[in-house]
C-alpha cells in the first residue's frame, strides 16, 4: 500500500481536485452507504456527489493542522484518511484521527490496518505521546475495529460539528 497527502492547496481558493481523483474519491465515499446513512454528512447516501466530496475535503483540510492521506493499492484508491494535527480544542495536547475510510469492495483486505499503522507511525515519529479520534455511538463495527487496535475509550460526548453522540478513543504511541 502506498500513501500519499492530498496536498492543502489542491482545494485552495477554489481550486478543482484533478477530474480523476476526484472520481476516485467519489467513489470511496459512495461505497460506504451504511457509514453515510449513520454520519449524516450527506444529504442522500445514495446519491453522493463529486462536488459534495470535494467540499467536505476542502472543509477539512480547513483546519490549519489538517492532512488527507490517500492509500493506493495496485494502483487503485483503497482509502482515505483524514488527520488533525491538534484538536480544535486548545486543551486537547493529541492529534486526531478525523476519519478513515476504506472502500467497500476492499473491506477486510487489511488497508484500514495498515493506514491506521501508517498515521500512528507519523504521529509516534513527531514524538507525539497518543491518538484520538471518535466513533458515533451508533457504529458498533467501527467501535470494534478501533478497540482491536489497542484504542480505549476516554468519553462520550456529542461532536463539534454536528452534535452527534460519539465515542472518544485514544492510543498511546509511547
Not at 475495529?145 to 478513543?169: H, I, K, M, N
Request: negative net charge; contains cysteine; hydrophobic residues 45%.
Amino acid at each position: 500500500m502506498i500513501v500519499e497527502a492530498l496536498a492543502p492547496k489542491a482545494l485552495e481558493d477554489g481550486a478543482a481536485l484533478p477530474g480523476a481523483l476526484l472520481t476516485e474519491l467519489t467513489a470511496l465515499y459512495a461505497s460506504n452507504v451504511a457509514f453515510q446513512q449513520l454520519s449524516g454528512d450527506f444529504p442522500d447516501p445514495s446519491d453522493i456527489r463529486p462536488e459534495q466530496v470535494a467540499a467536505a475535503l476542502a472543509d477539512d483540510l480547513a483546519e490549519p493542522t489538517a492532512e488527507v492521506l490517500l492509500a493506493r493499492s495496485e494502483g487503485r484508491l483503497v482509502a482515505v484518511a483524514v488527520t488533525l494535527g491538534r484538536h480544535p480544542d486548545p486543551a486537547d495536547p493529541d492529534p486526531w484521527l478525523g476519519l478513515l475510510m476504506v472502500h467497500a469492495d476492499e473491506q477486510r483486505a487489511g488497508h484500514g490496518r495498515r493506514l491506521a499503522a501508517y498515521v500512528e507511525d507519523r504521529f509516534r515519529a513527531d514524538g507525539r505521546a497518543g491518538l484520538r479520534l471518535a466513533v458515533l455511538e451508533n457504529n458498533p463495527k467501527a467501535l470494534a475495529f478501533w478497540t482491536s487496535l489497542g484504542y480505549e475509550e476516554t468519553a462520550r460526548r456529542p461532536d463539534l460539528a454536528q452534535g452527534r453522540a460519539c465515542v472518544v478513543l485514544r492510543k498511546a504511541l509511547t
